[in-house]
């Protein structure tokens, strides 16, 4: 086959996806295995001897957000397990998988694109980082890492086979269509391997933030709240809470459970993994992160496809097999892929308890990445003596600052490139005192007030108030005309998309509050018709983002 017809069937997903939409979708799956055939098939509805099971609950329109709830059958092998997970979600989601496809990914290294050098450049190292972690998990070596990672694999093979209709369990060795499903886990990892294989047209605009954390500690330590908010862009605002159950052994041959066995998780149709990322784990952790990036282009050349388990990929390994934030730390730090640069806090509830004084070692990890680097400590002294650990794009260990390029962005641009002093540094460092519950964290990661709060003003900006500089972000309401110092501040379908929060009893039960769309209780609520961006593709989207926070329980 030549390269150019090679790369057209890489898109006949795109002609399948088009029927999918007037398919009826079922609301509740099993996935059977015919035990005289060997073969998988779906039925509507739970199914005690189901390989696995999904539902999924849309109420998009009515709050914000779906829900979705995945269960596979221990009696069955991981691997089977794996698969009909993947089979389960993509039976029940199939229209939203669409839509979503539609909205952020249609065209992305398509037909018309895909004979550029970029597009190039991105298959064969997808193609080559598929392969070489094929021949890692046919090694037998470090088992218990590859015997997840093919899991994975093995999960997001059968999501993109259910919606594609060939539902069949593949042999030990099988192939990933580097431009299907597999784009949709790539979101993060792509923003640098765009710059790292020289796209000419990269999406990430300079100072371009993605995601603002708080872990805060209550007065009296009575509480300890953890809280994330997705910085993307609105098109992106299709959006379910997922809640994993899948019992998985430790590796192939057996063994306990893994301890992140069950995980409740905000994300998006089609990904198998937060991508925001935020997960409450039954291992006792919560694992969230913001995105740091990169700025220097002499690390580039540390992005490679062999050696390399993309970030993605590396923190679904992590959740999964990790017990402490130590471990956690460990595993995710393997193959170091270079790609999606973020700072993790991993939040340790067991070490947690209410009203106590003494600092718990192991609390609070944090750790940063960036190509060839990574950084991690125990941060849970600093937590207990300020009583809050604030996230905001920005690298807080001086080794990942320095080599990250930031310092160069701090001279020619000034203090909105530091890490104590730019806005939202000293937005967190003024406010977090105001949190004394559960409402008031709400509050805080829903603050907007740029029109008339000090701290939102860039001085070098015309006008001057800008909607960037809050802890949800509001570019849209940036003037198109005005006049800005770098891309991040000027006007951009970007900024808030949602809002998580658990605490020290929510996450027990794998529970969280969460609001989906742009912050509007001190702004006015974002409406496609109405915005400067109507023309943009945003199917199965409220016209209208006015919706108030829900309480996420399971049954």
Same mark, same amino acid.
């Given at each position: ?140 070596? @470090? ?45 993060? @990892? ?46 992106? =605002? ?106 993790? =806090? ?123 500089? %809050? ?8 003037? %198109? ?16 998309? @949602? ?37 943009? =593709? ?18």
């Amino acid at each position: 086959m030549t390269r150019e017809r090679e790369m057209a069937a890489c898109w006949v997903l795109l002609v399948i996806l088009v029927p999918s939409v007037v398919r009826a979708q079922s609301s509740e799956v099993s996935v059977i295995l015919n035990p005289h055939t060997g073969n998988l098939s779906t039925v509507p509805g739970r199914r005690d001897d189901a390989v696995a099971w999904a539902k999924l609950t849309d109420t998009i329109q009515d709050n914000g957000w779906a829900i979705l709830e995945v269960q596979s059958n221990e009696k069955y092998n991981d691997s089977i397990q794996a698969y009909a997970a993947g089979v389960a979600e993509a039976a029940v989601s199939q229209r939203l998988i669409y839509m979503h496809w539609m909205n952020t990914m249609f065209g992305y290294c398509g037909p018309y694109k895909y004979q550029t050098p970029y597009c190039e450049h991105l298959r064969d190292y997808l193609a080559a980082n598929l392969a070489w972690m094929q021949e890692q998990m046919e090694l037998n070596q @470090d088992q218990d890492y590859w015997h997840h990672v093919r899991l994975a694999l093995l999960q997001l093979k059968g999501l993109e086979d259910s919606y594609n209709e060939i539902i069949s369990f593949p042999e030990k060795t099988f192939k990933l269509n580097p431009f299907g499903f597999l784009l949709f886990q790539l979101g993060g @990892d792509l923003e640098d391997l765009e710059a790292a294989l020289n796209k000419s047209d990269a999406k990430r605009k300079l100072g371009s933030g993605s995601c603002s954390a708080l872990v805060k500690l209550l007065p009296g330590n009575k509480d300890l709240l953890v809280s994330h908010v997705t910085w993307n862009t609105y098109q992106s =605002m299709l959006r379910i809470i997922k809640k994993y159950t899948l019992p998985f052994r430790g590796n192939a041959s057996g063994g306990p459970v893994v301890p992140g066995w069950v995980q409740t998780f905000s994300s998006y149709p089609g990904t198998i993994f937060s991508g925001d990322d935020f997960y409450i784990l039954s291992s006792g952790l919560v694992s969230l992160e913001t995105t740091i990036g990169n700025s220097n282009p002499d690390l580039w050349k540390y992005i490679t496809p062999t050696n390399s388990v993309l970030e993605w990929m590396r923190n679904i390994v992590a959740n999964r097999l990790a017990t402490g934030g130590q471990e956690w730390a460990d595993l995710f730090s393997k193959f170091n892929s270079g790609t999606y640069n973020n700072q993790w =806090m991993v939040v340790d509830y067991k070490k947690f308890s209410p009203g106590e004084t003494q600092v718990p070692s192991g609390l609070l990890t944090i750790l940063e990445q960036l190509p060839g680097l990574i950084t991690w400590a125990d941060k849970s002294d600093l937590l207990y003596q300020t009583s809050y650990w604030p996230s905001y794009n920005v690298p807080y260990f001086s080794d990942i600052f320095n080599a990250s390029g930031q310092p160069d962005l701090v001279k020619k641009f000034g203090d909105w490139f530091s890490y104590s002093k730019t806005p939202r540094a000293q937005l967190f460092r003024r406010n977090h005192t105001l949190v004394e519950d559960l409402p008031s964290m709400i509050r805080l990661m829903r603050y907007n007030n740029y029109l008339y709060d000090p701290l939102s003003v860039c001085s070098s900006c015309e006008p001057k108030p800008n909607g960037e500089n %809050a802890i949800s972000a509001r570019s849209d309401l940036n003037p %198109a005309n005005g006049t800005y110092p770098f891309g991040a501040m000027s006007q951009r379908q970007h900024g808030g998309t @949602d809002m998580k929060v658990t605490s020290y009893e929510l996450a027990k039960k794998h529970m969280m509050l969460a609001v989906n769309g742009p912050t509007w209780d001190q702004v006015p609520p974002f409406q496609w018709s109405t915005s400067p961006f109507s023309n943009l =593709m945003h199917m199965g989207h409220p016209d209208l983002w006015k919706f108030d926070p829900i309480l996420i329980r399971w049954d």
